[in-house]
């Protein structure tokens, strides 16, 4: 009989998720999953409560006895944060302990030292449940897929960013009402930044591509806009054109290194991440060989999360020698933004007079730029407070590089009857 | 470094690719595939033919040559067809050689008595490409997602059919035209009845229980409905009610056993396998703690499969021990169809005249059947060659047990004006 010992650092709603999981777990027949500890302050919480009434003697007073106790061969971190959790690990891998934690912030910023110190130390870093919940992805990617040459990976990481992006789009919701909505029904937080402006996707990004190109880059290095520009008229254009807009997370790998980015997209109605609604998950991984396989779930919950937890559990229970990292590309250079191509569609709001369009056209003419498709909607025309004609419409241009339309916009974004910079969606050509 | 010796029998389409598959894998710094042997009567073959001018060293003259080469140390089966593979992979298993095959059709049949045999000799015996194609489905089932205590199962394992259904919905096509049509694209064989009557997907579910409950049942003991009895008019209904019809293999675990079936069945649009069109492949699985996850990818071709089939390969690399057999359940019970809970709708093909309708909720009445929806269309009335009028119609029962459907179905088929019996259409409750 195989066993293994876990103690839960930080026992909230993931945290007793994964005691439940454990619990429900002890029925394997030769191998088997031991609570053996607890660390966490606020023992009258209402996730910790009962179990500190009914099981006192699981509690450590701090985090030293904790790392102390040498019955634990693994530590499960659900604390969150970045400073404590981050010397709480350092110091549980420096002393032999295995560690597994859902904190995919500390992993995206902070992963590169403390993978080396897991690694120098033969012990098990493992981050399952930080990066799409239930999706098993990381599973797939390191034990399966690497075999497979994978050349590319897009994915739906954010479930809150998802959600509203459906509301916009299915009922027609402004972005402030579409939020609003998430927070109440709990899909998003009262501080919605991380999600909105995309963060918490680039986070995971930082982690798959680890994953894939064995380098961690830093979030920074990762091209990053959120969706709290998005307008209803963004997606009644995209519609028109047989699009949905999802906020996506790409990393393609080219012969000269990566295109890396997190950015709203349009997408085809036909290919499956534009069928994902809600605040559901989705990833595809493109190999060589075999053709797309998407992996779909939910990203987020405390069960799905705990769920994720305990299979880096069981991973560890049956393997208890570290795996090796990832294969590491030898250099990844980030094609810049400028460099990539894509069709793109941009969105003008425009005090309207005649001569726009062919001012609009000339300097596109100057540029090179092909027009792929133009259209004004009446909806998209009003009078505004001085009585002017305001219409916002959209223009698709040929696909090209990204640079050259930005060098057309600098000098469109200057005209006087410009009411606002042009929005700028872009599909993957 | 680790090598593997491996010899193909079977150099066709899959064979040729895993050949492929494996020359690009050659540069692992750990690890190395050697293709060591092929075994292929027909050397002139299109896909065998300049391998052979090249390397004809590779060949075997027969099976017992190859079976007698002690450097090859794993077959891949690519043969198909049941008696020679059969007792190929039983000697290769009987003289210490690890065997990977993608003949779903033989592991279905004979996989209770190759799995024990394997066992016995301690080798492994995988069938990854078996299943679905490039989705790793049996490799999340096997190594990850057994951990989460598997509820059920739901798949589309057959790219033919779901072609042949979307191509009906979407372009109102007949059952024969779409089927003509995929013959013509290769999505369907000359002899298309191993898809078409679903035996195809049979066997994959039969595979697929293996995995989930470690017993093998035979393909007869699960109820099976192909798709050839479906009409355009199923698919209006269908669409009326938000529904879209597909082919689907179901396990589902519960108290007393097992649901398990391969039946075309109505789905909510918005479910994930609904959005499923054209030759994909899709799997759902259910836990108890995570939420539903969903796999989607080709099912088919020659690179993917080789693919699959080159991830067993690098499984054995790693792994030379073979993995113990999935847990087994104790017992299997199949839960007759007759007893299980679904939503009924019902397609009546009449000679029309007053007093269908009355006669036929007379009968509803007195099984205690509730009537949920009705729907006759004015495009489903026709004249038939005797002048008579001729109307299909749907009607739709509340979730009840199939027997008590059945029996007023009874009934009702031998009443006068029923042109056909009633088709039966399914929706999972």
Redo the contacts between chains.
Sequence with gaps: MTTLNVAIAGYGTIGSGVAH?IS??GE???AKINLVGILEKDTQGVFVRSMFEQNPELFYENSEQLLEDKQVDVIVETIGGKDFARELITNALQRGKHVITANKDLIAVHGSELTKIARKNGRHLLFEAAVAG???VL??LK???Q???IQGIQGILNGTTNYILSEMESNDLSFEKALSQAQELGFAEADPTNDIKGFDARYKLVILTYLITGQWLTPEQITLEGIDHLELADFEYAERMGRHIKLVANLRLIEKGAQVYVLPLMIKK?D?LA?I?GSTNAVTLS????????????GA?S??T???I??DL?KVLRHPEPF?PP?TTEKLEIEPLEDIRFRHTLRFEVRDHPGIFGHIGGIFERHSINIYALEQLPQYHRIGKEGEEIVIFTLTVQDCQEGLVLRALKEINQAEYMLKPVVLLREIV
Excluded: C, W
Aim: aromatic share 4%.
């Design positions: 999981v429900q777990h394997h027949p030769d239930a999706i098993p599973r797939l034990d399966y897929l075999v497979r040459d036909d499956m069928k609604s190999g060589k060989f075999s053709e797309d396989i998407t992996l779909i779930g939910k919950g069960l799905p705990a769920s994720a305990v299979s069981n090796p294969p």
